[in-house]
């Protein structure tokens, strides 16, 4: 067993390599910019518009950077969206205006969804029946540690100057070396079975809600928290060991949250994330007012990163259990627009709300969105009865960037199976 993991991790270390470096690269971005905007004295909703640029470059590339690679091929695809990836990290030092970073953030969202595609399909290429829940194993181990290191990289500069961004650009760039001297073949980007969000919604209500409930969420989140951890007073470091914890703890619980997803009603877990989700805000709400150690915070943070990114994979194998085989990669990339939408407006709403009513309101949408979610999921719970266990799939962590991570998912199988099942 040992021995296989170690091949399976041989044969793809560089992609692996590629893709720890420009997600550190990434999320350290995603932390300077909307600290860089607090320090120059932006409002909190600007902050937001541009921040929320990324989500929707993000959307727009999962489904038109395929063309880019077809047309002039992996290596080299991946090669431009690395160089211009770079080469904007360093723009927004330049043009330091919020129009400019705007246009900046959908570019880089674009690119970083091409060179997951090209990673992940790559990823694919190398994996066979028998390893690639290990490959995908590995890619969402290098996914969440490369970027809770990222964040942590805020440290070692002042957030002010140009360092930080150079360092991201740098970082960014030193992801073409493992990929760049690959020597492997060329992956196969298949075409897909389509399938539309109305055919989805009417198989799994509360998959595709709940996606874009998710996209609300993290989104708003990750474009937000740190300035609302400013706004509460906690130092830059703190502020980005706060977001490092949330990621840290975002890996941590998959493995808990996927027993009981496969033990218990889908819908029932769903709903206890949901509430989770509320009530470690609520928590860390009553905590800050309260002054309570760092740590008690840092404790509060993990629980809700482990809930919060337990939203959209619980979303995925709720809307898999009601669909045919044939179709998952198809819904996966339709489920990922949908949360690629909410993750676009939830940072929209939120710094809206966070520059009328101040930094509390964070809290109070976070949650209240969450519970009113767990609200209705329970509703569905009575309405509709749970899938038998044996036609129910198996719960697999799933990144949130790229569709081509789903021909990774053991789940999927290229041949059809049986129609599929109305649900709530």
Same mark, same amino acid.
């Given at each position: 067993?040992?021995?296989?993991?170690?091949?399976?991790? +041989?044969?793809?270390?560089?992609?692996?390599?590629?893709?720890?470096?420009?997600?550190?690269?990434?999320?350290?971005?995603?932390?300077?910019?909307?600290?860089?905007?607090?320090?120059?004295?932006?409002?909190?909703?600007?902050?937001?518009?541009?921040?929320?640029?990324?989500?929707?470059g993000?959307?727009?590339?999962?489904?038109?950077?395929?063309?880019?690679?077809?047309?002039?091929?992996?290596?080299?695809?991946?090669?431009?969206?690395? @160089?211009?990836?770079?080469?904007?990290?360093?723009?927004?030092? +330049?043009?330091?205006?919020?129009? @400019?970073?705007?246009?900046?953030?959908?570019?880089?969202?674009?690119?970083?969804?091409?060179?997951?595609?090209?990673?992940?399909?790559?990823?694919?290429?190398?994996?066979?029946?028998?390893?690639?829940?290990?490959?995908?194993?590995?890619?969402?181990?290098s996914?969440?540690? &490369?970027?809770?290191?990222?964040?942590?990289?805020?440290?070692?500069?002042?957030?002010?100057?140009?360092?930080?961004?150079?360092?991201?650009?740098?970082?960014?760039?030193?992801?073409?070396?493992?990929?760049?001297?690959?020597?492997?073949?060329?992956?196969?980007?298949?075409?897909?079975?389509?399938?539309?969000?109305?055919?989805?919604?009417?198989?799994?209500?509360?998959?595709?809600?709940?996606?874009?409930?998710?996209?609300?969420?993290?989104?708003?989140?990750? +474009?937000?928290?740190?300035?609302?951890?400013?706004?509460?007073?906690?130092?830059?470091?703190?502020?980005?060991?706060?977001?490092?914890?949330?990621?840290?703890?975002?890996?941590?619980?998959?493995?808990?949250?996927?027993?009981?997803?496969?033990?218990?009603?889908?819908?029932?877990?769903?709903?206890?994330?949901?509430?989770?989700?509320?009530a470690?805000?609520?928590?860390?709400?009553?905590?800050?007012?309260?002054?309570?150690?760092?740590?008690?915070?840092?404790?509060?943070?993990?629980?809700?990163?482990? &809930?919060?990114?337990?939203?959209?994979?619980?979303?995925?194998?709720q809307?898999?259990?009601?669909?045919?085989?044939?179709?998952?990669?198809?819904?996966?990339?339709r489920?990922?627009?949908?949360?690629?939408?909410?993750?676009?407006?939830?940072?929209?709403?939120?710094a809206?709300?966070?520059? +009328?009513?101040?930094?509390?309101?964070?809290?109070?949408?976070?949650?209240?969105?969450?519970i009113?979610?767990?609200?209705?999921?329970?509703?569905?719970?009575?309405?509709?009865?749970?899938?038998?266990?044996?036609?129910?799939?198996?719960?697999?962590?799933?990144?949130?960037?790229?569709?081509? &991570?789903?021909?990774?998912?053991?789940?999927?199988?290229?041949e059809?199976?049986?129609?599929?099942?109305?649900?709530?």
């Amino acid at each position: 067993m040992a021995q296989n993991i170690r091949e399976t991790l +041989a044969s793809v270390r560089a992609l692996l390599g590629g893709t720890a470096a420009f997600m550190a690269g990434n999320s350290l971005l995603g932390v300077v910019l909307p600290l860089r905007m607090e320090a120059d004295g932006y409002p909190v909703l600007l902050t937001g518009v541009v921040m929320a640029a990324y989500y929707l470059g993000l959307a727009l590339g999962g489904f038109r950077s395929k063309l880019v690679i077809l047309r002039i091929g992996h290596i080299r695809a991946f090669s431009v969206f690395a @160089a211009l990836t770079a080469a904007t990290c360093l723009a927004y030092d +330049a043009f330091f205006t919020p129009a @400019a970073w705007v246009v900046l953030r959908v570019i880089n969202g674009f690119c970083i969804a091409g060179m997951t595609t090209s990673i992940e399909s790559w990823l694919n290429e190398r994996s066979t029946n028998e390893t690639r829940g290990r490959v995908l194993g590995f890619y969402m181990l290098s996914f969440y540690l &490369a970027m809770a290191l990222g964040q942590t990289l805020v440290n070692v500069a002042p957030v002010e100057g140009s360092d930080l961004l150079m360092l991201s650009s740098a970082l960014i760039g030193l992801s073409l070396i493992p990929v760049a001297m690959t020597r492997l073949g060329k992956p196969d980007l298949a075409q897909v079975r389509v399938l539309g969000v109305r055919q989805i919604y009417a198989a799994s209500k509360v998959g595709v809600v709940g996606a874009a409930v998710a996209g609300v969420l993290i989104g708003s989140f990750y +474009a937000l928290a740190v300035v609302f951890a400013r706004q509460i007073g906690m130092s830059v470091s703190q502020a980005a060991m706060f977001m490092s914890v949330v990621v840290l703890g975002g890996l941590t619980f998959q493995v808990p949250v996927g027993m009981l997803a496969d033990k218990f009603d889908r819908r029932v877990v769903m709903a206890g994330i949901l509430i989770a989700v509320g009530a470690t805000w609520g928590l860390l709400s009553l905590s800050i007012s309260n002054g309570v150690p760092l740590v008690v915070l840092m404790v509060i943070a993990l629980a809700f990163g482990g &809930a919060i990114s337990s939203i959209y994979p619980l979303c995925v194998a709720q809307t898999f259990d009601r669909l045919d085989r044939a179709f998952y990669v198809a819904a996966s990339g339709r489920l990922l627009m949908v949360y690629s939408i909410g993750a676009t407006v939830g940072p929209l709403l939120a710094a809206a709300l966070m520059s +009328a009513y101040g930094p509390a309101s964070f809290f109070v949408f976070e949650s209240v969105i969450a519970i009113a979610y767990a609200i209705f999921v329970l509703f569905s719970v009575r309405a509709v009865p749970q899938l038998p266990r044996d036609e129910q799939e198996k719960f697999i962590p799933l990144p949130d960037i790229s569709p081509e &991570a789903m021909a990774l998912d053991p789940r999927t199988d290229p041949e059809p199976c049986a129609p599929s099942r109305p649900d709530d």
